[in-house]
């Protein structure tokens, strides 16, 4: 009755390990899925931007000729695309973050810091042609909120930077005219690998973008406190500049950390 009884114990211990592993195995199988899910996810997620970017650019570019009175509204689809394009390459730059391809997401975003920049020097060229030059005109939240996207792309380019490996030379895979062929993100793998900085360089590259996301901050705190005494609508500037602000000093942490 003894052994009986020692054998009926055992065989509820294998079968309670048995049914332990199949749980296990199980988990693992889920986990593998959801693996694999996941990264089905992010390939559409890539394909969608990539897409976006396509007709975007193919928009922003248009030069075909319009018949009377569409010209006013081709010009007004060419601003509004140029004005999204940025914001997919910083989404795309985002993506490659996440895949850990940090110097393809210092590409994108560096190809986003261009429009930004574009869009801010044209709003400040109008300001000076519409008050002769004087810089007396009144600035508009807009304003406000495109230098702010300006600083930021400054933050972002910054932080790949930093996230890139110590010791290598950031190397993307795209090369230069990429864009001007769309699809190019999904491609990437593709073309021809483009060295955006060297090793050596890294780190002064990440505080020259640094140094000029902080310079930029001061001036929309300064713009920010001048509008706000006037009494002019804001809305969420308060809560993104401040937010901003975070991001500039958090870099320049980083950046003191790796020295």
């Known amino acids: 009755n003894k052994r ?9 211990k294998e079968a309670s390990q048995s049914k332990d592993g199949g749980r296990l195995n199980s988990r693992n199988a889920e986990t593998s899925e959801s693996d694999v899910n996941d990264s089905d996810d992010l390939d559409l997620a890539f394909e969608m931007m990539d897409t976006s970017w396509e007709i975007l650019l193919s928009h922003a570019t248009d030069s075909s ?33 996440f895949r850990e391809e940090y110097a393809n997401a210092v590409d994108m975003h560096l190809r986003a810091l261009t429009y930004r920049e574009e869009a801010w020097n044209r709003m400040k060229k109008n300001h000076a042609q519409n008050d002769g030059g004087k810089g007396t005109e009144s600035l508009t939240v807009e304003d406000l909120r495109c230098q702010r996207h300006v600083v930021e792309n400054y933050v972002l380019v910054a932080e790949a930077l ?15 005219d990429d864009e001007d062929n769309a699809g190019s993100a999904v491609k990437a793998k593709k073309s021809k690998e483009r060295i955006l900085a060297k090793a050596k360089d890294r780190a002064n590259f990440a505080q020259s973008h640094y140094e000029m996301a902080r310079e930029g901050l001061e001036e ?32 320049g942490n980083s950046i003191e950390q790796q020295k």
């Open 162 to 176: 930093l996230d890139c490996p110590e010791g290598e030379d950031i190397v993307c895979m795209l090369g230069d």
């Open 65 to 97: 000729p319009q018949k009377n009175g569409q010209h006013t509204q081709q010009e007004e689809q060419q601003e509004w695309a140029l004005g999204q394009i940025p914001r997919v390459l910083v989404c795309i730059g985002d993506l490659y973050s």
């Open 220 to 251: 929309i705190v300064c713009r920010y406190g001048e509008m706000s005494a006037a009494d002019i609508e804001l809305g969420t500037e308060k809560q993104d500049i401040s937010y901003l602000a975070m991001l500039v000093v958090g870099i």
């Open 4 to 12: 009986a009884k020692m054998d009926s114990n055992a065989s509820k």
